[in-house]
């Protein structure tokens, strides 16, 4: 896990406490390009989370900052944005580069450990409000407007699973298939909704199940 910020102080403290927490280990950074994963077999197995500081931030720099590091970059992990400023009214367009979770700079510590864990278990962490905003506005630009009726009674019920943050192992538990032929259900659904990854296809099914 990354925590990008300026402040140094606030980010150690809350490096130790997620640590303590979530059992993950915390790197600190300044810039979100500082953001890298250690190359090893036992990173590349675990959920790897960037929590970006949002304090002082104004609308347009923090969403440049998002644009800077890259869509495909953050689809690869789990970003959230915490002191996150009330009325910016940026949020969906945050959530379409590809954030998971806002957390506001008047947020209880155990709403946001609540939330930092529920993101590692692959969740989206946003208010009723953002996320209808999110699916039912003008304008929403959706991975795919595909019909849900392509995907066949199972691939639904699979989506549907992962939608709400199931992992391979307990769909694969839930359906009693193995987790090889979850991995090729996910394969041919998101070929199917045109989406290219489990984020984009939760937004998806968020929308058309």
């Given at each position: 896990?990354?925590?990008?910020?300026?402040?140094?102080?606030?980010?150690?403290?809350?490096?130790?406490?997620?640590?303590?927490?979530?059992?993950?280990?915390?790197?600190?950074?300044?810039?979100?390009?500082?953001?890298?994963?250690?190359?090893?077999?036992?990173?590349?197995?675990?959920?790897?989370?960037?929590?970006?500081?949002?304090?002082?931030?104004?609308?347009?720099?923090?969403?440049?900052?998002?644009?800077?590091?890259?869509?495909?970059?953050?689809?690869?992990?789990?970003?959230?944005?915490?002191?996150?400023?009330?009325?910016?009214?940026?949020?969906?367009?945050?959530?379409?580069?590809?954030?998971?979770?806002?957390?506001?700079?008047?947020?209880?510590?155990?709403?946001?450990?609540?939330?930092?864990?529920?993101?590692?278990?692959?969740?989206?962490?946003?208010?009723?409000?953002?996320?209808?905003?999110?699916?039912?506005?003008?304008?929403?630009?959706?991975?795919?407007?595909?019909?849900?009726?392509?995907?066949?009674?199972?691939?639904?019920?699979?989506?549907?699973?992962?939608?709400?943050?199931?992992?391979?192992?307990?769909?694969?538990?839930?359906?009693?298939?193995?987790?090889?032929?979850?991995?090729?259900?996910?394969?041919?659904?998101?070929?199917?909704?045109?989406?290219?990854?489990?984020?984009?296809?939760?937004?998806?099914a968020a929308k058309h199940l």
């Open positions: 896990m990354y925590i990008i910020g300026p402040q140094k102080l606030q980010n150690e403290l809350m490096a130790s406490c997620l640590e303590r927490e979530t059992r993950a280990k915390c790197l600190l950074g300044e810039d979100i390009c500082d953001v890298r994963f250690p190359d090893d077999a036992k990173c590349k197995e675990q959920s790897k989370m960037v929590l970006l500081d949002c304090h002082g931030k104004d609308p347009e720099s923090l969403l440049m900052a998002l644009r800077s590091y890259g869509i495909e970059k953050l689809s690869r992990y789990y970003v959230a944005l915490f002191n996150f400023c009330h009325g910016l009214g940026i949020e969906k367009k945050c959530v379409q580069q590809g954030v998971r979770g806002i957390f506001y700079d008047d947020d209880s510590l155990p709403q946001f450990l609540k939330g930092v864990q529920a993101i590692l278990n692959g969740q989206l962490w946003l208010s009723r409000k953002i996320m209808t905003k999110c699916i039912l506005s003008k304008g929403w630009d959706s991975p795919s407007e595909t019909d849900s009726s392509i995907l066949t009674p199972r691939e639904s019920e699979i989506l549907a699973r992962l939608a709400v943050g199931a992992t391979n192992g307990e769909i694969a538990e839930r359906f009693y298939i193995s987790s090889h032929t979850v991995k090729t259900h996910l394969y041919n659904i998101y070929k199917k909704i045109n989406v290219p990854n489990r984020f984009q296809a939760a937004l998806w």
